[in-house]
């Protein structure tokens, strides 16, 4: 949202608002191929910043399976608008450092499961609103799994962590609807699924076409008196009315055109996960719950969005989030195993007995299913990955 009342100015005529033991050699950690996203089908090794693999011990088998990694395209558009350069209450961190943090954490420990970018809004130029958002960082793969075990950042992260953390400085208003629409060419050219994370502090704005009552205008909402005058905003007087302010309009809660440009992205089956930080527009929540009604991901239980009041709940709710798109219980073989009775599972290095109440079980020649516990460790996101060998008689429960 806006700096307060920064953008009211008096103008002559209108006021202006601007582990088993095996057979033969253990395979090494199993290989992935990746399919969909829009990076080819390279992922990154992370450079020489990740160190070398980290052995395996104890896998049964001779051989490793790899899988067919479905890789989606996690895409980020963060609010920088003024606002997010505030502090979170009680913490000593700003509301923008800590979704760069957030984000980060999350793409440490999942980043080689999908490919992701990020655009920021609006693009500050020093003026009230700013210009409508733009992409900082083209989707792209992420780096090997290796970094993630390792507890590193390869290449990828490290320089998406860079620019957001210093090339960025929050200011402006927040033109989301034009931001959306702006983006609306490059998410539907991504190839694979896409999911989209929305994190804002304020009500969209800065909509010139906006028309709006007194109920919805931020000056009216905010009790904010004309700069250089005694006029208040209030009922008898709109300051986001044209005829009262120039471009008024941009002043108004642009929710509108907002949640038609995400409900538009939905169309094209793109979901937005919308999530809430605090800020100080009383129309904030009932704005984000149309947001996330339009994005196609509102929640079973109110709110429809989802709410990150401090740095670590972000943090969890961005994991969360991402782990939800990025992690499947179904693993699909690049080949079909030479004998499923000689097939084992395992997540990371701990072994997953065959069972069709808690384990693994085969759902096709090409396909196995992780259910029960299992299945719910795999998408807690403390998994790496998904190992599967072949060669020594397969673990049942």
Not at 200 to 210: E, I, S, V, W
Request: aromatic residues 6%; contains cysteine.
């Amino acid at each position: 949202m806006f700096e307060p009342m920064r953008w009211l100015v008096l103008t002559s005529a209108l006021f202006g608002v601007a582990g088993c033991s095996g057979n033969g050699d253990r395979p090494p950690y199993a290989s992935s191929k990746a399919v969909g996203g829009a990076s080819s089908y390279q992922v990154s090794s992370g450079g020489n910043r990740c160190g070398a693999p980290t052995p395996d011990a104890g896998l049964c088998g001779n051989q490793s399976l790899p899988t067919v990694q479905e890789r989606p395209n996690l895409y980020f558009i963060i609010d920088a608008s003024g606002s997010m350069g505030d502090l979170f209450t009680g913490a000593q961190t700003t509301k923008y450092l800590a979704a760069v943090e957030a984000i980060t954490g999350v793409l440490e420990q999942i980043g080689h499961r999908v490919s992701y970018g990020v655009a920021l809004y609006p693009v500050n130029d020093n003026s009230d609103c700013g210009l409508p958002g733009s992409e900082v960082f083209p989707t792209q793969a992420g780096d090997s799994v290796t970094c993630s075990i390792n507890g590193k950042r390869g290449d990828v992260l490290t320089r998406l962590h860079e620019y957001l953390s210093y090339s960025v400085v929050p200011g402006g208003g927040t033109p989301l609807s034009a931001t959306l629409r702006a983006l609306e060419p490059t998410l539907t050219s991504l190839s694979g699924k896409t999911a989209v994370i929305l994190a804002t502090d304020g009500a969209p704005n800065c909509n010139l076409d906006a028309k709006c009552g007194p109920e919805l205008c931020e000056p009216n909402l905010n009790g904010a008196t004309l700069f250089g005058t005694t006029i208040a905003c209030d009922a008898s007087f709109n300051c986001c009315d044209p005829k009262n302010v120039v471009n008024g309009g941009l002043n108004c809660v642009d929710s509108v055109a907002s949640s038609a440009a995400l409900a538009e992205l939905h169309d094209h089956g793109i979901s937005t996960y919308v999530i809430g930080l605090p800020g100080g527009d009383s129309t904030l929540g009932s704005v984000l719950e149309g947001l996330a009604i339009s994005g196609g991901t509102a929640r079973a239980t109110p709110p429809s969005y989802y709410e990150a009041d401090d740095p670590q709940t972000l943090a969890n709710t961005l994991r969360a989030i991402a782990t939800q798109i990025a992690v499947s219980c179904t693993i699909t073989l690049d080949n079909t195993p030479p004998n499923w009775g000689q097939v084992n599972v395992y997540l990371d290095t701990q072994q997953v007995p065959q069972s069709t109440q808690d384990g693994w079980q085969q759902i096709d020649a090409n396909t196995l299913e992780i259910i029960g516990t299992y299945c719910t460790q795999l998408q807690s996101g403390n998994v790496y990955q998904v190992q599967v060998t072949a060669g020594c008689v397969t673990y049942v429960n």
